[in-house]
C-alpha cells in the first residue's frame, strides 16, 4: 500500500510541550467507525478483500496518521514497570513485606473507621450494600451462618439466571463445592476460630483467572480444553487462606475484547439497574454480582479499563493496582503488559480489606531492585489530609454525555468545598494518539498469544470476537514499536504532571449504561463508537501501568450510576483509596438501590 501513503504525524519532543492549562496543543476527539459484525467478518476474511479493508480502516481511524506513519524521538518503552518511590503519603501504615495475607487483612480491618466514627461523621445512606465487616459481625454473632448464605446465594443464582431476568452473572458455579466451603467456614465460626474478617464470604472470580475446581474459558467454548486449570491464580489463593468463600466463575467479554459485556455462548450480564443495558466490560460479571448484592467483592482483570467501566456503569467501586502490584501468575496471559488484576467492591472499605488480601510480590520473585512497600490508608484519618493536588484537563474531563459531565463537575466541587482541596488546570497532549496506541498493544499482544493455538478454535468465536482478532492480526511490529514509543512519551507527560499534583481526575466513562441490542446477543457485540467513548479516561492506567479507582458519585436522567475516577502516581493507592473514600463520603446518602437486588445476610 505505499503508493497510498499518508503523512503522519511530527510529534515534537517531550520537553519542548507546554502541559499547562495555557497549551496551545489540539484536542482530538476520537474518530471511530462503527461496523456491522457479521457482514463485516466475511469481508475482513476474504483473502483478496482483507487487506484492502485493513488498509482502509486503519486510515478512517488515524491509525496511520497517530501511529504507523509517524515521526518521534522517543525510545521504546515495553512493560510500564516502575521503580519503586516512597511519595510520603498522608496519613498510612506500611505492610511488613513478611506478612501473610490474614495479617495484611487484620491491618487493614485496623485501617477502617470505627462503628462510632462512621455514625458520627456519615449521614444516613438512604442505601448501602452490606459489607465484609457485616458479613463477619452477623457469622461471629451467630445471627446468621456461611451455610446460610450459600444456601440464599445459590437460590438467588438459580432464579437470576432464568427467564424473566437472565442475568447472566456466571459461566461456571458449582453448588456442592460452595456449600462444602461454607460448611467449614460455618464450623470454624463455631469454634470461634475464623482465619480472617473474609472467613465465609462470598467472592467471585472473573473467568479470566485460574480457581479450582472450575475450567477457565476467558469467556470461549473452548479454551479450557486446551489449557487446563491445575491451581489457584495467585491473587485467589491469597483470598481462600483468607478463608473467602470463593463462589465461581462470572461472566466476560469473549477473550476481552470488547467494552460491552454481551458473551454469545453465555449471554449478557445484565445491569442490575436496568437488565435491558449493558454491565460493561471485559469484567461484566463480577461487577454486576457485587451490584446485585450477591457478593461485597469480586475479582476482575483490567487490560483497558475492564474492572473501571464496569464498576463505573453498574455503581460500585473498583480499583486497578499499580503494574505489578498484584502478582500475576494463574491469569491467562492475553495482554501481559496492559493488564493487572483489579477489585470490585460495594464500598470503598471492602476494595481496600481486598487490596490487602491479595496485594505484594510473591517472596520468591522478589529481587533487591524491585523490593516495593504497601501502604494502607488510614481512613478515620482522612479528613486531616491536607494540600492535596487535583490535576484536570478540561477539554478531556468534558469531552463526555451531558449528563456524566454535570454529575462529575458537581461531585468535584463537592469535594473541594469539603475538603479544600485544589484543583490545577493541566493539558495533557495526545490522549487520542495513546488510545490508539493503547489499541494496538493490547491488540498485538492477544493475537501473540493466540497464535500459539493455531486457528483450528477460529469458527467457535463469537463473530464480534473473529472481527477483533482478524484486526489485531493485521497489526505490524513497525506499529508496535511505534506504540511503545508513544508509551514512553506519554508516561513522561504524565510524570511530569504528578510533579505538580498528586491525582488526575476524570469521569470514569464517556457514557452510562446502553441498551442490549437482540441481535448482539447472538453475535456478541463491537461497538466501536460507544466503547471509544467507554475507554475514553482508562488507557493511561493500563497503558501506563498507573493505579486508578473509580468511585459512584450519582445517575443520570434514567437512574443509571456514573462513576469519577482518580488515577494516581505508581505505588500511590493509598492515597486514591483516601481520595474515592472522601469521595464516597459526601456521596453516600444518594446512593440508590438497584432494582435487581439480593440481601443475603437479612434476619429470617
Known amino acids: 500500500m505505499g503508493l497510498f501513503k499518508s503523512k503522519g504525524v511530527v510529534y515534537r519532543p517531550v520537553k519542548d510541550v507546554n502541559l499547562g492549562s495555557d497549551s496551545t496543543e489540539f484536542y482530538l476527539q476520537a474518530n471511530v467507525k462503527g461496523i456491522l459484525v457479521k457482514i463485516f467478518t466475511w469481508f475482513l476474511e476474504s483473502p483478496i478483500l482483507g487487506s484492502l479493508l485493513f488498509y482502509i480502516l486503519k486510515g478512517n481511524n488515524l491509525i496511520h496518521k497517530l501511529i504507523t506513519n509517524a515521526e518521534l524521538e522517543e525510545s521504546p518503552l515495553f512493560v510500564p514497570s516502575h521503580h519503586f518511590e516512597d511519595h510520603k503519603e498522608q496519613e498510612v501504615k506500611c505492610l511488613d513485606s513478611a506478612l501473610t495475607p490474614q495479617e495484611q487483612v487484620q491491618l487493614a480491618i485496623e485501617c477502617l473507621p470505627t462503628s462510632s466514627e462512621k455514625a458520627h461523621n456519615e449521614t444516613n445512606p438512604s442505601f448501602s450494600r452490606w459489607t465484609i465487616m457485616d458479613y463477619s459481625r452477623a457469622y461471629s454473632s451467630g445471627d446468621i451462618t456461611p451455610l446460610m448464605v450459600a444456601e440464599r446465594f445459590i437460590a438467588a443464582i438459580n432464579e437470576s439466571s432464568k427467564p424473566p431476568l437472565r442475568m447472566g452473572f456466571f459461566i461456571n458455579y458449582n453448588a456442592e463445592d460452595i456449600l462444602r466451603q461454607a460448611n467449614e467456614s460455618t464450623l470454624r465460626y463455631q469454634k470461634g476460630t475464623p482465619i480472617s474478617v473474609l472467613d465465609g464470604v462470598p467472592v467471585?472470580?472473573?473467568?479470566?483467572?485460574?480457581?479450582?475446581?472450575?475450567?477457565?474459558?476467558?469467556?470461549?467454548?473452548?479454551?479450557?480444553?486446551?489449557?487446563?486449570?491445575?491451581?489457584?491464580?495467585?491473587?485467589?489463593?491469597?483470598?481462600?487462606?483468607?478463608?473467602?468463600?470463593?463462589?465461581?466463575k462470572t461472566n466476560m467479554h469473549e477473550l476481552g475484547v470488547g467494552t460491552s459485556g454481551i458473551n454469545p455462548h453465555y449471554g449478557a450480564a445484565r445491569n442490575p439497574?436496568?437488565?435491558?443495558?449493558?454491565?460493561?466490560?471485559?469484567?461484566?460479571?463480577?461487577?454486576?454480582?457485587?451490584?446485585?448484592?450477591?457478593?461485597?467483592?469480586?475479582?476482575?482483570?483490567?487490560?483497558?479499563?475492564?474492572?473501571?467501566?464496569?464498576?463505573?456503569?453498574?455503581?460500585?467501586?473498583?480499583?486497578?493496582?499499580?503494574?505489578?502490584?498484584?502478582?500475576?501468575?494463574?491469569?491467562?496471559?492475553?495482554?501481559?503488559?496492559?493488564?493487572?488484576?483489579?477489585?470490585?467492591?460495594?464500598?470503598?472499605?471492602?476494595?481496600?480489606?481486598?487490596?490487602?488480601?491479595?496485594?505484594?510480590?510473591?517472596?520468591?520473585?522478589?529481587?533487591?531492585?524491585?523490593?516495593?512497600?504497601?501502604?494502607?490508608p488510614l481512613l478515620p484519618l482522612t479528613k486531616s489530609?491536607?494540600?492535596?493536588?487535583?490535576?484536570?484537563?478540561?477539554?478531556?474531563?468534558?469531552d463526555c454525555s451531558d449528563d456524566v459531565r454535570l454529575c462529575c463537575s458537581h461531585a468535584m466541587r463537592k469535594l473541594q468545598d469539603h475538603y479544600g482541596w485544589k484543583t490545577i488546570d493541566v493539558t495533557i497532549p495526545d490522549i487520542e494518539a495513546m488510545r490508539l496506541a493503547h489499541y494496538l498493544t493490547i491488540g498485538s499482544e492477544c493475537s501473540t498469544w493466540f497464535d500459539s493455538f493455531g486457528e483450528k478454535h477460529f469458527a467457535e468465536f463469537g463473530w464480534d470476537a473473529r472481527v477483533a482478532l482478524n484486526i489485531y492480526g493485521a497489526f505490524s511490529g513497525k506499529e508496535y514499536i511505534k506504540a511503545q514509543k508513544l508509551r514512553n512519551r506519554q508516561l513522561q507527560f504524565h510524570m511530569k504532571i504528578f510533579a505538580e499534583a498528586d491525582v488526575i481526575v476524570s469521569p470514569t466513562t464517556g457514557v452510562t449504561a446502553y441498551s442490549i441490542q437482540d441481535d448482539a446477543l447472538k453475535t456478541g457485540e463491537l461497538d466501536y463508537v460507544n466503547g471509544a467513548a467507554l475507554v475514553r479516561y482508562s488507557i493511561s492506567g493500563n497503558f501506563l501501568g498507573l493505579p486508578a479507582v473509580t468511585v459512584p458519585v450519582g445517575y443520570d436522567k434514567l437512574g443509571l450510576p456514573i462513576g469519577l475516577q482518580f488515577i494516581g502516581r505508581p505505588w500511590a493507592e493509598a492515597t486514591l483509596i483516601h481520595l474515592a473514600f472522601a469521595m464516597q463520603a459526601i456521596c453516600l446518602s444518594e446512593y440508590r438501590k438497584p432494582k435487581i437486588f439480593y440481601d443475603l445476610i437479612k434476619k429470617s
Not at 220 to 225: E, I, M, R, S, V
Not at 234 to 245: E, N
Not at 282 to 297: R, W
Not at 385 to 398: E, H, M, N, Q, V
Open 204 to 248: 467471585a472470580i472473573k473467568d479470566e483467572m485460574d480457581c479450582l475446581p472450575y475450567p477457565t474459558t476467558g469467556g470461549t467454548k473452548w479454551l479450557h480444553k486446551e489449557r487446563l486449570c491445575t491451581d489457584d491464580a495467585c491473587c485467589v489463593k491469597r483470598l481462600r487462606l483468607c478463608g473467602a468463600i470463593l463462589v465461581g
Open 273 to 376: 439497574y436496568d437488565i435491558n443495558k449493558i454491565s460493561g466490560g471485559s469484567s461484566s460479571g463480577s461487577a454486576a454480582v457485587v451490584s446485585a448484592g450477591l457478593c461485597p467483592v469480586a475479582l476482575g482483570v483490567d487490560g483497558g479499563g475492564s474492572v473501571r467501566m464496569p464498576a463505573s456503569l453498574c455503581g460500585v467501586v473498583g480499583l486497578k493496582p499499580t503494574f505489578g502490584r498484584v502478582p500475576h501468575s494463574g491469569v491467562l496471559p492475553l495482554n501481559w503488559t496492559v493488564g493487572m488484576v483489579g477489585i470490585l467492591a460495594g464500598t470503598v472499605e471492602d476494595a481496600l480489606i481486598t487490596y490487602a488480601a491479595i496485594g505484594g510480590e510473591i517472596s520468591s520473585h522478589q529481587s533487591s531492585n524491585m523490593l516495593t512497600k504497601i501502604n494502607l
Open 385 to 398: 489530609i491536607c494540600d492535596i493536588k487535583l490535576a484536570k484537563y478540561g477539554k478531556w474531563f468534558d
